[in-house]
Nanobody, 121 residues
């Protein structure tokens, strides 16, 4: 069984910064792509950023230039550094990873339970 646990969310003023972390644990053979998604109240979940196992990343247009995704493969951890935060960044942020549990299994899409981020003065 695989678990993803996010941390680092909270309340921040507009223009501020936050760093989210997500650690994968459990029976892990290999982690492929990892990413962050967010869901604001009354809206659908949307992609924020993704990163491949070899470090290639892509971002939603709304966060490009303000957010940076990174990962530490040795620690099974993905990070999201958020800067110049705006009220419209307020949402629950979810960690996602494609994880295989043994050499013979396909990767399974795994999700964390989310960490809330509120940008408000």
């Amino acid at each position: 069984q695989v678990q993803l646990v996010e941390s680092g969310g909270g309340l921040v003023q507009p223009g501020g910064s936050l760093r989210l972390s997500c650690v994968a644990s459990g029976s892990i053979f290999r982690i492929y792509g990892m990413g962050w998604y967010r869901q604001a109240p009354g809206k659908q979940r949307e992609l924020v950023a993704r990163i491949t196992s070899d470090g290639r990343s892509n971002y939603a247009d709304s966060v490009s230039g303000r957010f940076t995704i990174s990962r530490d493969n040795a620690k099974n951890t993905v990070y999201l550094q958020m800067a110049r935060l705006k009220p419209e960044d307020t949402a629950v942020y979810y960690c996602n990873a494609d994880i295989s549990v043994n050499p013979m299994s396909s990767a399974v899409d795994s999700w964390g339970k989310g960490t809330p981020v509120t940008v408000s003065s």
